[in-house]
């Protein structure tokens, strides 16, 4: 058995398709069995400018089960996650796999994809191998973009081609998975698929962090955020404001970068707000560690239609801690979060009086999640879906989650 693994983040890169593609690659390599042979294409790190980390272009693992696990990584233009960087980079991607795969027969597809185009490629050697596909969908693209982008012209002429790569791709998939059960209404003009809904997760690296450091008297109360500074999260909406209201008595540090970040600092100026501090993408035991010295951890999407579908990875990794939760955001992940996440101050994206009313009426104080902890192991999550990917090949897998059909 020969299985294609498509994804355009894999480790060292710091993001949520890296920590989920990661895992969920070892695990499958281990299910295999002899003379199997899972081929993962992926990229260089290049998630972040800010965060450049050295990775082999080749890697060839052989498993004690006799199966092979060969990773190669594609080195892409940098990028400051601007659309237009992100054609660049993709399309270098785009080309190479087709090159390097043009030499060998596959039985399955795997892809994961946040963007569309990697699951669009992936169907895209499926439908021409005559093979099985499996997605792993993350995010709608056709809906974030079009959101996001504010030229009606550009809009009007985007949108039927990127429907047409919907139909191309998810109606080929024979099983797709979706990361929230918000996209489920999406997704109901493809009825040949088969469905689960695997979630993000927690990985073992949060669930065995250690003890918090404890905060210095007197020093200002420290709202942390981790991760990406784009439009998707919307934080020059809500930051710059909050920050004002909130004054010395409170200090944002942010973790990441991304092509949005010039715009919140310049709104930063604007009003005046001296109390932000920006911090370059870090890896995961120096995050850990700035997650022990917070009082608040900061999750925020922008206010925009295609995110009430949408369930960011970051809530998974914050909740694995016992610090209290800011988290404007609205739809599905509202929904999940009022269900499975104890001690989190709700408000709506964008809406920094009700964030600066909360901060100020209730202190931080800590609690205990350690039912979620347990239910959202990354462990347990993939494999799971590590089996239900083998299902798709006929080997047997009765462990498999049940799959779903509309």
């Not at 281990?30 to 294409?41: A, E, I, N, W």
């Not at 700035?290 to 925020?300: I, P, S, V």
Request: proline residues 5%.
């Amino acid at each position: 058995m020969n299985i294609l693994y498509l994804t355009f983040y894999f480790e060292p890169d710091l993001c949520a398709g890296s920590f989920r593609n990661t895992p969920l690659v070892k695990e499958l390599s281990g299910l295999l069995g002899r003379g199997d042979r899972l081929h993962v294409l992926t990229t260089q790190p290049n998630r972040y400018r800010s965060f450049q980390v050295p990775a082999a272009a080749h890697e060839l693992h052989q498993s004690s089960n006799g199966s092979s696990l060969i990773i190669e990584r594609i080195a892409v233009p940098a990028h400051a996650s601007g659309l237009r960087d992100q054609v660049r980079s993709f399309s270098r991607y785009f080309r190479q796999v087709l090159k390097l795969t043009s030499r060998h027969q596959y039985d399955l597809v795997v892809a994961s994809s946040s963007r569309l185009f990697t699951a669009f490629l992936g169907a895209r050697i499926a439908r021409k191998q005559r093979i099985p596909l499996f997605l792993d969908v993350r995010d709608i693209f056709r809906e974030s973009v079009l959101d996001v982008l504010t030229n009606p012209v550009v809009k009007w002429g985007l949108n039927p081609v990127l429907r047409a790569v919907e139909r191309y791709t998810f109606g080929y998939a024979g099983h797709i998975n979706l990361v929230s059960e918000g996209f489920r209404p999406y997704f109901q003009d493809y009825p040949q698929a088969t469905y689960t809904f695997f979630t993000n997760g927690i990985d073992e690296a949060f669930l065995s962090a250690g003890e918090d450091r404890p905060r210095q008297p007197g020093a200002p109360y420290t709202i942390v955020y981790a991760g990406n500074i784009g439009e998707g999260q919307g934080l020059h909406k809500i930051i710059p404001r909050a920050a004002r209201e909130l004054g010395k008595d409170f200090r944002f540090v942010l973790v990441g970068d991304g092509g949005a970040r010039q715009k919140l600092q310049a709104a930063l100026e604007a009003v005046g707000a001296d109390n932000v501090e920006f911090r370059k993408p870090v890896g995961r035991e120096a995050l850990i560690d700035l997650y022990r010295k917070a009082d608040y951890l900061f999750l925020h999407l922008n206010d925009l239609n295609a995110f009430e579908r949408v369930l960011p990875s970051k809530i998974f990794e914050y909740a694995s801690t016992d610090k209290p939760i800011l988290a404007g955001v609205a739809g599905y992940a509202r929904h999940f979060i009022r269900r499975h996440v104890d001690h989190c101050l709700l408000f709506d994206p964008g809406d920094a009086d009700t964030l600066v009313r909360r901060l100020k009426e209730f202190p931080p104080t800590r609690c205990s999640r350690e039912a979620f902890r347990q239910r959202f192991q990354r462990k347990s999550i993939v494999r799971r879906m590590a089996l239900e990917i083998l299902r798709q090949t006929g080997h047997p897998a009765p462990e498999a989650e049940t799959t779903h059909s509309f």
